[in-house]
C-alpha cells in the first residue's frame, strides 16, 4: 500500500491537501500485495469478447476486471451493527480487498464515503471503528512522518469517528488501517478525548502493509517478510519469487498471443496475406509456470502449498488451446499460413480454437488467486491487536494549561 507525500503545512482543523504525490515510504513501496507484482498491479487484462457458435464477431479487446465484492452497508435496524468507513475514493481495487481483510468486530457496515455516517446504524458497545485509507506523508530535509490518513488530519479522523452513532458506554477501538499510520495514534487519541472526554485506543501499523490471501482464500495483512532479520524468514522465499515471477510472465504472455490471434482472424476472414507473430516463445513462457517446480534452483520446503493444482490447471487452459490452434489446416506452426483448401472446415477449426481462447482469457480470477496467495508466502501476518506489532495509543488528559495539556496513557 502506498504512502503519500503531503508538503503543505499541516492544517488540524481541516482535511490535508489532496494534491499530493504518491510516494514510497522506506525501501519498498507498498501497494496492499499486494505489490500484486506488476502483474497483480494489472487491475485489469486484456481478453476477447464472446462469440457465437453460429456467427463469428470480430475479436476485440476487452478489459477484464478484477471484482470488489466489497458491498456498501444497508440499514438492518434488528441487528446489532459494526462499521468500517473509507476515507476517500482512492485505489478502489486496494481498498476493497483491505476492506475484505477479517477484523474482530469488523464492520457489518461498510461505507464507501464520510458523508455516510450521518444515515450509519448504532454500533455495538464493543465494535470497532475502522478507518480505511492511505498514510499520507509529510516530508522535510531530515525526515519523514505520516501527518494524515486519506489526507485527513487527525483532529478530523477523531471528529468522524466521533460522530458515528455508538452507545454512552462503547469502548471498542479506533483502527487505522493504512501505511505507517503508527505515526498518528497519539494525536487521534488526543483529539478524540478532547471531542469526547473519554479515552478510546487508537491502533496504527508500524510500516507498510499489503494483502496477500491465505490459502482458503481469506485475505489478511502483512508486511514483507524482507523487513525482518534473516534468522526469522521463511527458507523458501527465494522459490516463491522464482514462481511468483513465472505465473506474471504467464498471465503477461497473454496479450502478444491476443496479437497473434487477431492477426490470424485477420487472414482467416481474407483481410490480410500472411501473420508476422509466432506462438512458440509464448509456449516458452508458459511452460516455466509449471516446469519451475523441478528449474528453479531455490529451496522449497516439502509439502508445502505453492498453489501447484491450480497453477496446472491455468496451463492447462493454455495447453488445450495450443492444441485447438495446431489443428487449425491453413495455420502452419509455430508462425505461417497458407491457402484455405476446405474453408468451411477450417473456418470452424479456427473457431473452436477461438472459443478456446476465450476460455483461456476468463481466468482471471484464477490467475488472482495465485498470485495474492504467493504474494502472502512473502509476507508476515500482522496482528493488529498485538502491541508488539502495531501501535497503540490510549491517551487521557489530566489537566488543561496555556502552557500545554497534561496527557496520560489510561
Known amino acids: ?16 491537501s489532496n494534491a ?6 522506506g525501501e519498498s513501496t507498498f501497494e496492499f500485495v499486494d505489490n500484486r507484482p506488476e502483474a497483480i498491479r494489472m487491475q485489469k487484462m ?19 476486471s478484477i471484482s470488489n465484492t466489497a458491498s456498501k452497508f444497508q440499514k438492518n435496524p434488528t441487528t446489532i451493527q459494526r462499521i468500517k468507513i473509507k476515507l476517500k475514493d482512492e485505489d478502489p481495487f486496494l481498498m476493497g480487498r483491505l476492506r475484505n481483510v477479517p477484523i474482530t468486530n469488523q464492520g457489518a457496515q ?41 489526507g485527513i488530519a487527525p483532529s478530523r479522523l477523531a471528529a468522524h469517528a466521533h460522530s458515528v452513532d455508538k452507545p454512552g458506554n462503547w469502548n471498542g477501538n479506533i483502527i487505522l488501517a493504512g501505511c505507517s499510520t503508527g505515526d498518528i495514534t497519539e494525536s487521534v487519541s488526543k483529539e478524540y478525548y478532547k471531542l469526547s472526554g473519554k479515552s478510546v485506543n487508537v491502533i496504527g501499523t ?12 481469506t485475505n489478511f495483512i502483512g508486511s514483507d517478510w524482507e523487513k525482518y532479520p534473516q534468522s526469522e524468514r521463511p527458507a523458501d522465499l527465494d522459490f516463491v519469487e522464482d514462481v511468483e515471477k513465472v505465473t506474471k510472465d504467464f ?47 531455490s ?15 491455468l496451463y492447462a487452459f493454455f495447453t488445450n488451446t495450443i492444441a485447438k490452434l495446431r489443428k487449425i489446416d491453413f495455420f502452419i506452426y509455430p508462425d505461417a499460413v497458407q491457402a484455405k ?5 477450417e473456418d470452424q477449426q479456427f473457431t473452436s480454437f477461438y472459443q478456446a481462447f476465450l476460455l483461456l482469457s476468463k481466468q482471471g480470477p484464477l490467475y488472482e488467486e495465485i498470485s495474492f496467495y504467493l504474494l502472502g508466502l512473502k509476507l508476515k501476518e500482522i496482528d493488529l491487536f498485538d502491541p508488539s506489532q502495531t501501535t497503540h495509543s490510549k491517551k487521557k488528559r489530566t489537566k488543561t494549561s496555556m502552557f500545554g495539556d497534561t496527557w496520560v496513557d489510561d
Open 1 to 16: 500500500m502506498n504512502t503519500h507525500v503531503d508538503k503543505t503545512q499541516e492544517n488540524k482543523n481541516q482535511s490535508m
Open 20 to 25: 499530493v504525490t504518491q510516494k514510497s515510504r
Open 46 to 64: 486484456q481478453a476477447m469478447a464472446n462469440i457465437s457458435r453460429q456467427k463469428q464477431k470480430p475479436l476485440q479487446l476487452r478489459m477484464w
Open 110 to 150: 461498510n461505507l464507501d464515503s464520510l458523508s455516510d455516517i450521518s444515515t450509519a446504524n448504532q454500533i455495538g458497545s464493543s465494535e470497532n471503528i475502522i478507518l480505511e485509507g492511505h498514510g499520507y506523508e509529510s516530508t522535510s530535509l531530515f525526515s519523514s512522518k505520516i501527518v494524515s490518513q486519506g
Open 206 to 217: 508500524k510500516n507498510n502493509i499489503r494483502v496477500g490471501s491465505k490459502a482458503d482464500g
Open 251 to 297: 498471465w503477461d504472455a497473454l496479450k502478444p498471443l491476443i496479437a497473434f490471434t487477431k492477426q490470424l482472424q485477420a487472414f482467416q476472414k481474407a483481410q490480410r496475406t500472411d501473420i508476422t507473430l509466432s506462438v512458440a516463445p509464448i509456449e516458452a513462457i508458459a511452460s516455466k509456470m509449471v516446469t519451475v517446480e523441478t528449474d528453479s534452483s
Open 299 to 313: 529451496a522449497k520446503i516439502a509439502h508445502k502449498n505453492y498453489k501447484l493444482v491450480e497453477r496446472q490447471q
Open 341 to 345: 483448401k476446405n474453408p468451411l472446415v
